[in-house]
């Protein structure tokens, strides 16, 4: 189950909007969700940017052959 959505801000830089989400994690902080992988400073657990809990990284990539560093390292915002 995902993490409800509490905030949502758009923010102007550089002429582009960018969106940042707001939910609250399991353990009460606020995070945002604003790249791929997203850590909760207070309990490190690990949502993607919808809110959805992901697994620990020593268990990413198994049934791909990637390694967790793959996924870890990739950012949304090498996209654009």
Same mark, same amino acid.
């Given at each position: 189950m995902a993490?409800?959505? @509490?905030k949502v801000e758009q923010v102007s830089i550089?002429?582009?909007? /960018?969106t940042y989400k &707001?939910?609250?994690c399991e353990?009460? @902080?606020e995070i945002v969700l604003d790249d791929f992988t997203n850590y909760c400073d %207070?309990?490190?657990r690990? &949502?993607?940017f919808s809110g959805h809990r992901l697994s620990s990284p020593?268990?990413?990539g198994e049934d791909t052959g990637e390694h967790w560093t793959d996924v870890a390292n990739y950012s949304? /915002? %090498?996209d654009w």
């Open positions: 993490l409800v959505i @509490s550089f002429g582009k909007t /960018h &707001y939910a609250t353990c009460g @902080s %207070d309990c490190e690990i &949502y993607d020593r268990n990413w949304w /915002h %090498d």
